[in-house]
């Protein structure tokens, strides 16, 4: 028996409205669905313009306040051309916090800093770059 394939990952954070602002107006995330779990987290589930794998985003406060560790985790989206995002996202108030990089192989990218002390690494795709992995 194997996974066959993976479907999302849940971020649970303190400020959800803050959150969707940033993964929706600065990432153009799509919001797919928002429901209220059965012990009463609100669910909202997110995914790329193109499809694929979502991200959950879970506000839960009687669970206490998020607090993420620096370096704990991140999620990698793809885009076509790092500079052009990488001026979108600064004009939104999310300039780089690391990066842009070059690897060896000729791929690009650079990590933004998410609300509630999530990352998120941006990747220039391999039309532009050459390779999507670092």
């Given at each position: 028996?194997?996974?066959?394939?993976w479907l999302?990952?849940?971020?649970?954070?303190?400020?959800?409205?803050?959150?969707?602002?940033f993964?929706?107006q600065?990432?153009?995330?799509?919001e797919?669905?928002?429901?209220?779990?059965?012990?009463?987290?609100?669910?909202?589930?997110?995914?790329?313009?193109?499809?694929?794998?979502?991200?959950?985003?879970?506000?839960?406060p009687?669970?206490?306040?998020?607090?993420?560790?620096?370096?704990?985790?991140?999620?990698?989206?793809?885009?076509?051309?790092?500079d052009?995002?990488?001026?979108?996202a600064?004009?939104?108030?999310?300039p780089?916090?690391?990066?842009?990089?070059?690897?060896?192989?000729g791929?690009?990218?650079?990590?933004?800093d998410?609300?509630?002390?999530?990352?998120?690494?941006?990747?220039?795709s391999?039309?532009?770059?050459?390779?999507?992995?670092?």
């Amino acid at each position: 028996m194997k996974v066959s394939r993976w479907l999302h990952t849940r971020f649970r954070v303190n400020d959800l409205e803050s959150s969707l602002r940033f993964y929706t107006q600065v990432l153009g995330l799509k919001e797919i669905s928002r429901s209220t779990s059965p012990r009463g987290s609100t669910l909202v589930f997110l995914q790329p313009s193109g499809g694929g794998e979502m991200l959950e985003l879970c506000h839960f406060p009687a669970s206490g306040p998020v607090q993420v560790p620096p370096d704990l985790v991140h999620i990698a989206l793809e885009v076509d051309d790092l500079d052009a995002f990488g001026k979108h996202a600064g004009s939104l108030g999310y300039p780089w916090s690391d990066g842009p990089t070059r690897t060896g192989r000729g791929t690009r990218f650079a990590f933004l800093d998410a609300p509630e002390g999530y990352e998120v690494e941006i990747i220039e795709s391999a039309g532009k770059s050459g390779n999507h992995s670092p």
